[in-house]
């Protein structure tokens, strides 16, 4: 397997202003993501992972330093080139699911491919495809009121995982799961992440989460406090 | 794309259904407030335009400057050649001849004797030529209390009041006490053909109602008329036409010294009409605007909040890499199809209402008792060409400035924020 940097941080600093002060969220961060990684931040609240995810997602920009994903630099790029690059290459999961509630589970899983101007057979092709690696194919008329929390968070996997992404950003995916749930999504993911060579980063606190990572980056006060590697 | 976006605006009803019907009363609202405004105002003309002044009317200057007095030893005469000439020069209008006239109506007992006696205020018109519009024009056929129209010389309406405090009835007698139009005294004779009430304190207190041959007759004013009242022929007052009007039929005369020279007026010209006139269009056009606006503000207001209450829905499509611009245009697109549905329903409704008003008008005859001045004791809406479009400016143009003000914030705030504010 080629092992290329999928996502380079060079000192990147983060800072929000806070009343007449600032507050420093990322601190110089140093980070290399490699294609096909199966990573997380992991960090108590304020370390700076929603931060950093954030920015590797192009919806936040760093205040120095430099963030390259798919050897794009996040600082540079124009509203329209981050939405293209997040249109393009990157899924998000979240921690609420966030489906549309009033379309079906076909329709929230199609959405990535109409803004991609995918033919409508492509799409159907695809949805179901996406479907069947969550195993959720018989419920593509249903809408996310009518699911269990742990299938609403599959669906959500399916939507972004639909279209292929180089990477998917996980935000504590299994916040509002239960124990049975979190571990069937996570299963899912590591199955997608081997089969489709899609690269993962999450950010989480969870445990359960944790326990599945092959590498983990512990953040402390917005920097890089130590790594963990689990042996394949 | 637009048909997902379509979909979902069908399926959720807090975006589609309650802002079409929000948008809809607004503009049901607006529309049926200004004709309804437009009619109240209206009326007050058309009443008096039917009974006394006219779209436009013809006199000599000398009754013009009088003509509160009603001066008919200063009336026109060869009417019937005037009045060829007014309908051949404005084929367009209709004229009718009026006499306007005072005077005492003594009531007899059976041996002759003065019962009681009461003054009157007369008004000779058109009633016996088959065909004629002044009995509608004065809706006096649905006025009619007891006794019938008159259907011969010599005979008289009433209106109720005035019969009953002479105590005459249907078919009685009743003597004319005037003056003729060369000043002489005059007595003539009427049969009482029926009683009125027209719903107006004034006319119902002591009004008469003549032909116009018998009112020439008692005053001997043979071949002429006080007035020569011409209408449009739609019914309603056009005061930027009766004005044209007016000034084409003067110019032929502008520089004929002799006082007794034809002049027309438009009702606008004539007394305090004018400045009623213009408080009338002030009006409606004052409380037509500060109605839109409160409906503006309200529909604006509806506008902000839906798009507000997006800005979650709004965080995930940026999420999925759709643009802050496409979702900005969708947005408005959104309420464009918003404000036409709600404007086209309410406008609807607006006119539904407005029509029913105007057809059966709402009798505030109990409030009028007493009044003093000529007002109409059935208000009716009266739909305008105004009322087609005017709910669009609430409805549609306020709706999507609403939107477009709360899509205004997506640019401003930062992506991450949005996102921030779909994960809350």
């Given at each position: ?8 941080i ?16 990322l ?17 108590p ?13 192009s919806?936040d920009?760093?205040?120095?330093g430099e ?12 509203t ?16 609420s ?24 057979s ?31 968070q ?18 504590e ?19 997608l ?37 689990k042996?394949? | ?59 000599t ?11 008919n ?11 060829s000439?007014?309908?051949?020069q ?33 008004i ?25 129209m008159?259907?011969?010389k ?9 019969s ?10 009743v003597?004319f ?51 020569i ?99 900005y ?27 029913l ?19 109409p ?22 709706t ?25």
């Open positions: 397997m080629e092992i290329s940097p999928i996502i380079r060079e000192k990147l600093v983060k800072k929000f202003p806070m009343g007449k002060s600032e507050f420093t969220a601190n110089g961060i140093e980070l290399i993501i490699t294609r096909g990684e199966f990573a997380g931040l992991v960090g609240s304020g370390s700076g992972k929603t931060t950093l995810l954030n920015i590797v997602g919806l920009v760093p205040s120095s963030a390259f994903v798919l050897g794009r630099s996040i600082g540079n790029l124009t329209k080139e981050a939405a293209r690059l997040r249109k393009e290459n990157l899924g998000f999961i979240f921690q699911y966030n489906l549309l509630a009033v379309y079906t589970v076909y329709e929230n899983v199609e959405f990535p491919l109409l803004l991609l101007n995918y033919s409508a492509d799409r159907k092709k695809m949805v179901m495809d996406s479907l069947e690696w969550v195993g959720l194919a018989d419920k593509i008329k249903s809408k996310p009121p009518q699911l269990s929390g742990g299938e609403c599959r669906v959500a996997i399916a939507r972004a995982m639909v279209k292929k992404p180089s990477i998917v950003l996980a935000d995916p299994t916040a509002n799961l239960d124990a049975a749930n979190s571990h069937n999504i996570l299963k899912t993911m590591v199955t992440n081997r089969e489709l060579k899609t690269t993962f980063l999450f950010a989480t606190h969870d445990d359960k989460v944790i326990s599945y990572l092959r590498r983990k980056i512990f953040l402390l006060d917005g920097n890089v406090d130590r790594e963990e590697i042996p394949n | 794309m637009i048909k997902f976006l379509l979909k979902g605006l069908i399926r959720d009803k807090s975006r589609s259904r309650l802002p079409v019907i929000v948008v809809a009363t607004g503009v049901m609202l607006t529309v049926l407030m200004h004709a309804y405004i437009k009619g109240l105002m209206g009326d007050t003309i058309e009443m008096n335009a039917r009974f006394s002044n006219g779209h436009v009317k013809v006199m200057k000398a009754y013009a400057e009088n003509m509160n007095q009603t001066p030893d200063l009336a026109l005469i060869g009417t019937a050649k005037m009045l000439n007014l309908k051949n404005f084929p367009e209008m209709e004229w009718a001849q009026r006499i306007q006239f005072g005077g005492l109506i003594d009531a007899p007992d059976e041996n002759g004797e003065t019962k009681a006696q009461g003054p009157a205020l007369g000779g018109l058109d009633l016996l030529t088959a065909g004629t519009k002044e009995t509608f024009r004065l809706n006096l056929t649905n006025s009619l209390v007891r006794g019938k008159p259907e011969n010599g005979e008289v309406l009433l209106s109720e009041g005035l009953q405090k002479l105590s005459v009835n249907p078919g009685d007698k003597t006490i005037g003056s003729t139009m060369n000043g002489s005294m005059t007595v003539f004779n009427f049969s009482v053909a029926g009683t009125l009430s027209f719903g107006n304190e004034i006319l119902d207190k002591g009004a008469i109602i003549v032909d116009i041959e018998d009112v020439r007759n008692a005053l001997d004013m043979s071949d002429a008329t006080g007035e009242l011409g209408f449009f022929q739609n019914g309603f007052y056009d005061d930027e036409s009766a004005i044209n009007t007016s000034e084409k039929f003067n110019s032929a005369y502008s520089g004929n010294p002799d006082e007794f020279a034809p002049v027309m007026k438009s009702l606008s010209q004539q007394g305090s009409m004018g400045q009623y006139v213009a408080m009338s269009e002030y009006w409606v056009n004052y409380i037509a605007f500060v109605f839109i606006i409160a409906m503006s503000l309200v529909l604006w207001n509806a506008g902000l909040l839906g798009g507000l209450r997006r800005y979650g829905e709004v965080g995930i499509r940026l999420a999925m890499g759709e643009e802050k611009g496409q979702v245009r969708t947005m408005i697109f959104e309420s464009v199809i918003i404000g036409l549905a709600g404007s086209l329903i309410g406008t609807f409704l607006g006119l539904f209402f407005a029509w008003i105007q057809k059966y008008g709402i009798d505030i005859s109990g409030l009028m008792k007493g009044s003093s001045i000529m007002m004791s059935i208000i009716r809406a009266r739909i305008t060409p105004a009322d087609y479009y005017l709910g669009f400016i609430p409805g549609l143009i306020s999507v400035l609403g939107t477009m003000l709360s899509g205004i914030g997506i640019y401003k705030r930062q992506t991450a924020r949005l996102f921030k504010e779909l994960e809350a």
